[in-house]
DNA sequence: TTGAAAGCGGTACCAG
DNA sequence: CTGGTACCGCTTTCAA
């Protein structure tokens, strides 16, 4: 683990110098380029990034912090923040975080001067408070999916309420009276938000049929909650669900199938993300009717601020994506 | 941003006490805590994690290099090491790398100091000699999935051959003659070691039919190839298909039944990971027959290996789990 | 073109 | 229980 001093030493140089070859500046003597680069081979030297950044005040890497790094939802994230971030030579550093799940590290704290800010994506990634002292102490701050309203820290979301209220209206139209909505157990905004908009849609129509379930959308949940409901549902003629994400959406279907409820036939089913994946089941799925978020753009619309904010751009903003109903297999009209 | 510095002045103590606040030591008083502790809040200050790491020689923390975070394949190892990391008191810093693409970034240099170690799942993550430099200057190093020979790597594998060779055989056991191997177009170890399996039981039996096609899983290749494929298969009597991976295996039953081709009906198929789910589809697939492969265990072993190299056991081991063939619904006997 | 030296922000040993 | 100080490894003026 040989240091600079050590290369400078082997090489009968300066530290300074050793410094300079390192970050390829010129002024450096041809030779003793050479014989730098040589002992740095020899000694099996690469410079230590943890000094570096003390020095340099400056890691040209992005923090990013999800709820859960296997959940699919993250998957075209992270692959353009990924992508994004590599052509302008930036690197990302990405950490699972929940941050209501009781944990022994800090990743906040970890990931403190090693990274040049941070996007957080997906709410529980990070609490107010925290939030607060990061943007308070000068760093770059970007939530995808949620407005903590906390100053300095750029938002970028999406139009729950009205992609929501889109696709219910949606349903209406294609006849469907009897619509149950699916919610995920944890509180979050835009859960709330998802959900009154189907409360709303509701009322202006004035159904006079309306059910909300909560269900963990992380487990096997949303299976079970399918084989429980599937007799209730019959009996109340529910002909449509529209759930608060695909997973739940895709364990729902499943459960339903199996007892013997025909999905779109019996029951069109909506999700939400369009995440592109669905678990092994059961049985067979329909192609999932789905309310599509433009994660792609919202990420590169992060990485691209996260930039700009770098190079001393002080702007912040708030950028709110639209959705897109994408139809697919899972609904159809209701007779 | 204030540093250690300021809240020692700030509080009218030395900068050795601060440091003793901040990290819970004893032999502080009571009133000196406090007051240090109010002017950390005040300030707002954290601890800089560059010049700690640097002065402790130490992290805390695990840097997991995949080749593409997205992939669902890597989401159980992820999940566990996270849970398993983190109740030692590690973290992870996760990052995509795939070597063969042409990168801004070297991640090996930027992780370099901020983790105690690393593991590489998946080949083309590292290179052998990038590792050779790694083991050499004393890192902690675990590859998972792969074996490139380098001393002092801890290594952590499946039993390729040995588990598709058990497939095959199983195929034939069911009666299926004709059958074709889908591979990975990218050349890797396991890539090869499954395909020998495949030949190998091939001859065994005796068959007089053999067919192997390479492509491409990471996008969509799989379901075009599906389609371009069926008219042939048919005509070839082919009755069960071995894919590289469940992604490979989707992709391909969907096109197959885009063609009109039933599966299990006319053609049976088999995956390889069990990586739980699958891509939205054009069609309606049958529950996946798969090669499962134990990454919980996997991740566990890796993670408690690399606490114990920390703690300075200086032992390497070089770990094969075997894999579990799952019967779903995307096979039947041929009659 | 090169080297000396002063930080960067902590930790930890040693004295008192 | 507390403070002084050397040091961790690298970068960057400043002088030579």
Redesign the pocket.
Known sequence: ????????REA?????????V??N?????????IKVKEAIKRLN????????M????KTYTIGVVVKELGDVFYASFIHNIHYIADSYGYGAFYCNRNSTIQSEVNYLERLN?QVDGYIFIGEKTVSKEELEVLARSGEIVITIGFDLGVENVTTITIDNYEATYGAVEKLIEQGHRNIVYINAEEETVESSLRQSAYEDVINKYELNYSRVERIDYLSDSAYNLGTELADDLKKEKVTAIICFNDTLATGLTDGLITKGVSVPEDISVVGFDDVAVRRITSNNLPALTTISQPQQRMAEFAVRHFIKRVDDDQHHYHEKFKCVYVERESTKKSL
């Open positions: 683990m040989a240091n600079i001093f050590d290369i400078a009968g140089v300066s530290r300074s110098t050793v410094s300079r390192i970050n500046q010129p002024n450096v003597k041809y030779e003793k380029r030297f690469t410079p230590n990034a943890a000094a570096r003390l020095a340099l005040k001067k």
